[in-house]
């Protein structure tokens, strides 16, 4: 018999997770904050990796499901300057190895691919403590509790299971992100449509940033970044959507009228989204019955990255688990050695240099070089 999973957070790492030890007879229950799987929107665009995310994917035996949500053309990349001037554009020819898909159908997928019942909803977690000889308790806000033996804490940056492990909690990294939606794109907003292009499109500046992707349905999502601390941004109303727009906006003084757009004819309120990460390089030391993944382990700024890991992390353990049935404990080990090696290698320049905006040298420029010599070097 054996021992049974206790995964929290149904996002897509602990949904991977659960996936693989399904696969492989393992029982799984995962719990979940959220009421159900359409108790809020599951955010936008999702470049998956041949290197990572695909691989995940491929151990949870979801390969062609994985083929079937995919949004062509979405690969391309276009640099723009901030007056407009498209400086360079990587097409998509079809050949590249990092395919879009929106973020709730890779979720989707992924629930549809476990037993009924596997994921319990509502069940946000209020506390979690050890009960001793590896054994843990998970405590709920409606006040239920659950004991195991096997804990997976894949609940994100605001863990409740990290603290069984470590102290470490994530810091404000000075930057924050305004996310916008253009509906309609093509037909109502048409000048931001063309400025975007058919797949991503970024302008990067010091201390300023505006990269945006056609997402789904002629849609655009935008992330506005800006480089300031929290105390800044507090002292807008964010709950006044036509006082923040105006606000930020502000600070696009002599750009484009077509990328300022994409602040000014936003379709929704805009929404602050501040950018944390735990220290870098985080660690810890075994604790018997529980470990972490994704966000949940190794919280970092925004590098195109964060769920290609967490999917690898979660399919990674599975298969290690799969492979000890008898000694988990070793393949707990074995999943976090891999999983802080993993997490700690440096990034492509198609991760955390193209949204790295606080260096006085993030131009559109200086990011053409980037992209430059790393194909030199690939060649």
Known sequence: MHTSVTIIGAGLGGLTL??????????????????????????????IHDYNGQLALEAAGLTDEFHAIVIEGRQTLRLVEHDGTVLHEMPDDGTGGRPEVQRGELRQILLDSLPAGTVRWGHKVSSTRALGQGRHEVAFADG?????????GADGARSRVRPLLSSATPEYIGKSVVETYLFDA?????????AVGGGSMIAPTPGREIFAHREKGDTLHAYVGLSEPQEWFAAIDFTDAEVAT???????????PELTALITDTDIAPVLRPLYALPTG???DRVPGVTLLGDAAHLAAPNGEGANLAMLDGAELGR?????????EAALTEHEQAMFARSAEAVTFEGSEVHEIDSENNTARAMLK???DQGRQAT
């Open 320 to 328: 290690a688990l799969a492979a000890q049935p008898d000694d988990f």
């Open 144 to 152: 239920g509790t659950v004991a195991t033996s096997l804990l997976v």
């Open 282 to 284: 985080h660690r810890w």
């Open 246 to 256: 105006a606000r930020i906006v502000q600070e696009f003084g002599g750009w484009a």
């Open 370 to 372: 980037m992209f430059t």
């Open 18 to 47: 659960a996936r693989v030890l399904h696969l492989h007879g393992i029982p799984v229950t995962v719990y979940e904050a959220e009421s159900s799987p359409t108790a809020r929107t599951q955010g936008g665009m999702l470049d």
């Open 186 to 194: 093509d037909t109502r907003h048409p000048a931001a449509a063309r």
